[in-house]
T-cell receptor, first 111, second 112 residues
């Protein structure tokens, strides 16, 4: 059973703070990892993907991957109220060929 | 730049009725997917098509059928709708299986 776990939240942070979103996965064969953002009533949109251990930065977003610990995280620096959304972690398992999504973490950024 | 287009956006069905959700992508992607999203359950894969001419079951295929009509189009059919199929349905596509998935805007389906 391939599982992707996320804390459902809500995670509440003040504007300007760093938001840290976490995700764990069960299958050590996982190869690719994705973070999606979903606003209420909208479809998920890709923020970042990461394939290798370590950090990957894109603007205010940093994805961190630790395959040994089966852990992937997303850091959002200088959080803005417009970042308030649900963040979905998705994992691709090599050979399975589709993405398995976590249930998402709701982030609330207060002005 | 349309991306992934799905229709209808909203639909109300009576129990036992049938309907087809249509999906088309203009990104020349090989793989297409149908997901459903329910409160507290996250996104769950119903069916997918890794390439034109192939379809495979996902996590929750019961009560659904799919057709990969051509490379662009992938439809989802509910033969006899049940209240448990009330959900938001997302069609998606990717260049190939396991790559970044791009979603359509969603179809809100209510079965009464």
């Amino acid at each position: 059973q391939k599982e992707v776990e996320q804390n459902s939240g809500p995670l509440s942070v003040p504007e300007g703070a760093i938001a840290s979103l976490n995700c764990t996965y069960s299958d050590r064969g996982s190869q690719s990892f994705f973070w999606y953002r979903q606003y209420s009533g909208k479809s998920p949109e890709l923020i970042m993907f990461i394939y290798s251990n370590g950090d990957k930065e894109d603007g205010r977003f940093t994805a961190q991957l630790n395959k040994a610990s089966q852990y992937v995280s997303l850091l959002i620096r200088d959080s803005q109220p417009s970042d308030s959304a649900t963040y979905l972690c998705a994992v691709e398992v090599g050979g399975y060929s589709t993405l398995t999504f976590g249930k998402g973490t709701m982030l609330l950024v207060s002005p | 730049n349309a991306g992934v287009t799905q229709t209808p956006k909203f639909q109300v069905l009576k129990t036992g009725q049938s309907m087809t959700l249509q999906c088309a992508q203009d990104m020349n992607h090989n793989s297409m997917y149908w997901y459903r999203q329910d409160p507290g359950m996250g996104l769950r894969l119903i069916y997918y098509s890794a390439s034109e001419g192939t379809t495979d079951k996902g996590e929750v295929p019961n009560g659904y059928n799919v057709s990969r009509l051509n490379k662009r189009e992938f439809s989802l059919r509910l033969e006899s709708a049940a209240p448990s199929q009330t959900s938001v349905y997302f069609c998606a596509s990717s260049e190939s299986s396991g790559n970044t998935i791009y979603f359509g805007e969603g179809s809100w389906l209510t079965v009464v």
